[in-house]
């Protein structure tokens, strides 16, 4: 995932790692280590490469996912919530189809546009 952002914005592993505050190595064995034995960057890591990459907050979340740390939105929402369960079950369900999954993206992202702020 590193590799295609990085790639995506048009940086040099040098460059992202000199903007990022960390080795130029160490980005190299992030991108090549294989799925089964993956270098996973430390929190503050992830952060400083979401920002060199110049990532928005749900890119920045996907990433911080991706390395098995909790989502920003999660951490400003005050911490795990009982509705994110009901939602997570929800969507883990394998009854669900795809098309359904699709819908209730389209269904959750029209409520929070209701109750968002302008």
């Known amino acids: 995932m590193v590799q295609r952002l990085r790639l995506c914005g ?3 592993q040098s460059e992202l790692a000199r903007r990022s505050g960390i080795d130029r190595a160490y980005v190299h064995r992030m991108e090549k280590a ?3 034995e993956p270098v996973v960057p430390s929190r503050p890591v992830v952060l400083a490469m979401a920002e060199a990459l110049g990532l928005s907050r749900s890119e920045t979340d996907a990433l911080l996912v991706a390395a098995g740390y909790v989502p920003l939105a999660i951490l ?3 911490g795990w919530q009982p509705e994110f369960a009901v939602l997570a079950d929800f969507l883990a369900d394998p009854r669900l189809s795809e098309l359904d999954r ?3 993206g389209q269904v959750l992202r029209t409520l929070a546009s209701h109750w968002r702020p302008a």
Do not use: C, K, N, R
Request: net charge negative; hydrophobic share 40%.
């Open 102 to 104: 699709v819908e209730f």
């Open 34 to 36: 294989p799925a089964s």
């Open 76 to 78: 400003s929402a005050g």
């Open 10 to 12: 048009g940086l040099t």
